[in-house]
Every structure is written in structure tokens, then in C-alpha cells.
């Protein structure tokens, strides 16, 4: 059974009201008739809707009292009102009520706007609870996480985002996701978003594709990013999951020295060597010119190397 208050400073009002709304199955746990004893009321009872009068007496009208509740409590309000002008309308449009009733009431529209008004709240209530998950989620997420609109302006973004980029969430929603991408790079990405809006189709979504960002600081690092787009009333939104591969990117160069050069000298170890110097060889051929090779043999490298310690020293 729904819980219902009724703020009306007209006795004759709140006593119909009461009447019609028990007969309709509908618990009133208070009628009161001031803005400033609805608000007292609303902080103990909690009721689940309320029915409030426009105008009445104090220092608080029926849109102050229900702009109180709605902040601190977030208990739907319906306005009663004997006035169903623009003035008054307008006025209370200000705290979005969940529905009007005009007085003299018909019993079937108490019913209407109060169901109405309780779909309304359980749908807005999920909404936000969905909304709370999703976002909880994005923000625990390890790789950084961007909303892009149909502009290419950045609509949201989460914590691995803001750290990875170096600015806070206000500071980058609204801007070009371009802002993040280095100048020279930028043009591409533009292209490439531009074609999935006009075509619909990319030859980057759902592939991880390597490209440079930018930090807050002005410094780049290497990233990789996946891309889809999803459709809210006929606009297309791109979410972009991008991880920082620096250490990646590290590691494979650390490889590549380790594969083509010598650990104690530094320079082409012998088998990358021989095969630098068979195509420097080839190249010379087909271009009929002259190629020079110079070889340095030193004696005794490992009595060197183990009088200076110098494989314990790169170690270290």
C-alpha cells in the first residue's frame, strides 16, 4: 500500500482527499497545511508521493516546500492547484512536479496522476540505479574509458582515463577528442570518425589499433585503442577503450636490442650483422655502387670483460 501525504491549508480539501484516497487503497499518513510543516513531516515520514497545494500561507509555498523535498529527499511531488493558468504553471515547472491535479478533483484523475507519478519514479529510480552499476563499473576498470558524440566531442570519460591523460572530468568533457591525440595525428582520427558517420562502416571498429596520445604535461606515449559506436536516438555515440603500452612498447625494443646487438660491445652481434651486411650487400649491387666494410678484431676481449667485471656491471 502506497503511503500518502496531503499538504492543503483548505480543511474541506484535505478531508476529501483523505476520504477518496482510502477508498482508492491508498494510505494518507499525514495531511498538513502549511509548506514549512510539509517539509517537517515529509523529513519523518517519508511518504511515497505527495499531494501539495500550490499557494498557501508562510513563508513557504507549495513549489519552495516541494523544492526542499525533492533536494534533500527525492519524494515525488503532485501539485493541487485552482489555478490551471500559464502564470502558475510556468512557476512550477521550475521543480519538474510529477503531475497536476485541478481542483475540483475528479476521483479518476487523482488516480491517473498518482499512478502516473509512481511509474514514473520507480522507472527514474532503476534508471539511476542502472546508471550507478555502469558507472561504478567504468570506473573500476583498469583501461581508460571514453564516450565520444556524434560531434567527436568527448561526452564522459573515467578515473583510468583522467590519470592516464592528466586532467580531471570537467576538464575534458566537451572537448574535441582530438584535444588528447597529437596534432599531427589528429586529422586521421577526424577522417576516420567522419567516414563512420557518413557510411556506418570503418575499417577500425572492433580492431585494437596502435596510435600516440597526448598528456596533460605535453609529453606522448605510445597507446593502443578499440572502437565502437552505439546508436541513442538516431545519434551515434563511439566508445573508446585505450591502454597505455609504453612498458609494452619498452620491452619489444629491449628485445630487439637483445636480438641484433652484442650485450658487452653494443654494436650488430654476428648473425643480425652477417644479415645487415648480405642486404647492404644486395642493395649495392642493384644500385652499382661501392659498399665499405670495416672489421676490428680485439684480442683477449674475455680476459677484458673479466678483469673489468663488465657483465656483473650491466647487470647491476
Known amino acids: 500500500m502506497y503511503r500518502i501525504m496531503v499538504v492543503d491549508n483548505e480543511a474541506v480539501i484535505t478531508t476529501q482527499l483523505e476520504e477518496r ?10 495531511s498538513v497545511s502549511s509548506g514549512e510543516e510539509a517539509v517537517d513531516k515529509a523529513r519523518r515520514l517519508r511518504p511515497d508521493i505527495i499531494l501539495m497545494d500550490i499557494v498557501m500561507p508562510g513563508r513557504l509555498d507549495g513549489i519552495d516546500a516541494s523544492e526542499i523535498i525533492k533536494a534533500e529527499l527525492d519524494i515525488p511531488v503532485i501539485f493541487l492547484t485552482a489555478y490551471a493558468d500559464d502564470k502558475f ?43 550507478e552499476r555502469y558507472r561504478s563499473t567504468i570506473d573500476t576498470a583498469i583501461e581508460a574509458i571514453i ?46 570518425m567522419n567516414g563512420i558517420l557518413s557510411t556506418g ?12 596520445g597526448i598528456r596533460r604535461n605535453g609529453s606522448e606515449f605510445p597507446m593502443e585503442f578499440s572502437l565502437t559506436t552505439w546508436e541513442i536516438r538516431e545519434r551515434i555515440f563511439f566508445t573508446i577503450v585505450v591502454r597505455d603500452i609504453t612498458e609494452r612498447k619498452q620491452a619489444e625494443e629491449k628485445l630487439r636490442i637483445s636480438a641484433t646487438t652484442d650485450a ?53
Open 89 to 131: 504553471v510556468e512557476k512550477a515547472k521550475i521543480v519538474e512536479p510529477f503531475g497536476y491535479i485541478v481542483k475540483p478533483f475528479q476521483e479518476k484523475e487523482i488516480k491517473a496522476a498518482i499512478e502516473l507519478a509512481l511509474y514514473k519514479k520507480n522507472i527514474e529510480r532503476r534508471l539511476r540505479k542502472s546508471e
Open 264 to 316: 658487452l660491445t653494443g654494436v650488430l652481434n654476428r648473425e643480425f650483422g652477417l644479415v645487415f651486411f648480405g642486404k647492404q650487400l644486395q642493395l649495392s649491387k642493384r644500385n652499382n655502387s661501392k659498399l665499405s666494410i670495416c672489421y676490428l678484431d680485439v684480442d683477449d676481449l674475455k680476459e677484458i670483460n673479466d678483469h673489468m667485471d663488465i657483465e656483473k656491471e650491466m647487470r647491476s
Open 21 to 30: 484516497l482510502a477508498s482508492m487503497g491508498y494510505k494518507v499518513v499525514e
Open 147 to 192: 564516450t565520444v558524440d556524434n560531434r567527436g566531442n568527448i561526452v564522459s570519460l573515467n578515473r583510468a582515463a583522467e590519470t592516464m591523460f592528466g586532467y580531471s572530468d570537467d576538464e575534458l568533457v566537451d572537448k574535441p577528442f582530438t584535444f588528447i591525440i597529437p596534432k599531427r595525428l589528429e586529422k586521421d582520427l577526424e577522417n576516420e
Open 201 to 212: 562502416k570503418s575499417d577500425i571498429i572492433g580492431k585494437t589499433v596502435e596510435h600516440y
